[in-house]
């Protein structure tokens, strides 16, 4: 189950409250205050892990409490601290007030923590209100109330590259090939209801992740189709890669205008970032179909690269490429894996120099 937006309510722990006591010893008559300080209440702890995928495991949680502090005890004995709640998250998880909506905390790398609210403090006991005009003090200090905060968390992934494209233009069937994620395929649109990542490997040394992205249709900006729920998902890929299905009933230019209309009606920064197209089932069409493609959009013929076929035109520049695809036949996959890989750490150089 794929869950990537929640609603809660935490709470950090209260502190324990301190001890009222006097020593009592043999031969001592009288012995002085020696209550004990209470605990501290327990932090509320947000930690991103790897290992953690969804938000599933918070589905139907409405309060969760860090455990209160224990209370202080007689011979100057300190309350345990209260355990710490530790909320486990995947990277790309952001923590929301949910009645003002400002962000708290942005999770974006595997083991960072942070702290959303801390426990109360322990109270003082009474050894520590002692001195020559009080000398026996009947109070201790209670522990501080735990805080209190409703949240919503929203999980946006992180990828390298996201396949953005049509229903039933192949991207489930493109990222199957590709990497180590088994999404469900069919021949029907909307399969995939929910974005699958995968890693791709590249080579002994390289490897990038994917995600696809459920398909985007014309007015998705405005929440038709699946819409927004997953456009979010697209504004932390580093590359955008087009995945236009040349056996479709829509032009191949269309889909590749409506994709870009959507995404820079969505966000300004998306149309903005790096991207490549990939135009799928080449075996299931005329290469002319290819070069009409080519023409409409004016752009030119490369020599290819990577080992890509001869076959077909493409384009490769520093930036960018247009390669021709078949996921289903493994035509072109590996140019498009090296094609990948280059963009991602250029990508990655130009953010370094800044």
Not at 292 to 306: A, G, H, R, V
Request: aromatic residues 8%; neutral net charge; hydrophobic residues 35%.
């Amino acid at each position: 189950m794929f869950v990537d937006n929640i609603k809660l309510t935490v709470k950090s722990g209260k502190g324990g409250a301190g001890c009222v006591s006097f020593r009592r010893e043999k031969f001592v008559a009288k012995g002085g205050p020696d209550g004990g300080d209470g605990g501290k209440g327990g932090d509320v702890i947000v930690e991103c892990d790897n290992n953690t995928h969804t938000l599933s495991h918070f589905k139907g949680k409405r309060l969760l409490k860090a455990s209160n502090g224990r209370p202080g005890e007689g011979r100057k004995k300190h309350g345990a601290d209260g355990e710490d709640l530790i909320l486990k998250v995947p990277p790309g998880t952001i923590i929301k007030d949910a009645k003002t909506g400002e962000i708290l905390l942005d999770m974006k790398y595997h083991g960072q923590k942070e702290v959303l609210l801390e426990g109360g403090r322990g109270g003082l006991g009474n050894w520590h209100f002692r001195g020559p005009r009080r000398q026996v003090p009947r109070y201790a200090q209670p522990g501080e109330e735990g805080k209190e905060l409703e949240i919503i968390m929203e999980l946006k992934l992180i990828a390298d590259v996201g396949l953005v494209g049509f229903p039933n233009a192949g991207k489930s069937t493109l990222i199957s090939a590709l990497s180590n994620a088994k999404p469900e395929i069919a021949n029907y649109e909307f399969t995939t209801l929910t974005p699958k990542l995968g890693v791709v490997k590249v080579d002994e040394y390289r490897s990038f992740v994917m995600a696809d992205i459920p398909g985007i249709i014309e007015g998705a900006h405005e929440g038709k189709g699946l819409g927004l729920e997953f456009l979010k998902h697209i504004e932390r890929t580093k590359i955008i890669l087009y995945v236009i299905d040349l056996a479709s009933f829509r032009d191949p230019v269309y889909q590749f205008k409506t994709l870009q209309k959507e995404l820079k009606n969505y966000s300004e920064t998306l149309a903005k970032r790096d991207y490549a197209i990939a135009l799928n089932k080449v075996d299931a069409v005329d290469s002319s179909k290819v070069e009409e493609f080519f023409e409409k959009l004016n752009i030119p013929k490369t020599e290819p690269k990577y080992g890509a076929s001869k076959e077909y035109p493409c384009y490769f520049d520093e930036k960018t490429f247009v390669l021709p695809i078949s996921a289903a036949a493994r035509i072109n996959l590996d140019a498009l894996k090296f094609a990948l890989s280059d963009m991602i750490e250029r990508n990655k150089d130009e953010e370094n120099s800044i």
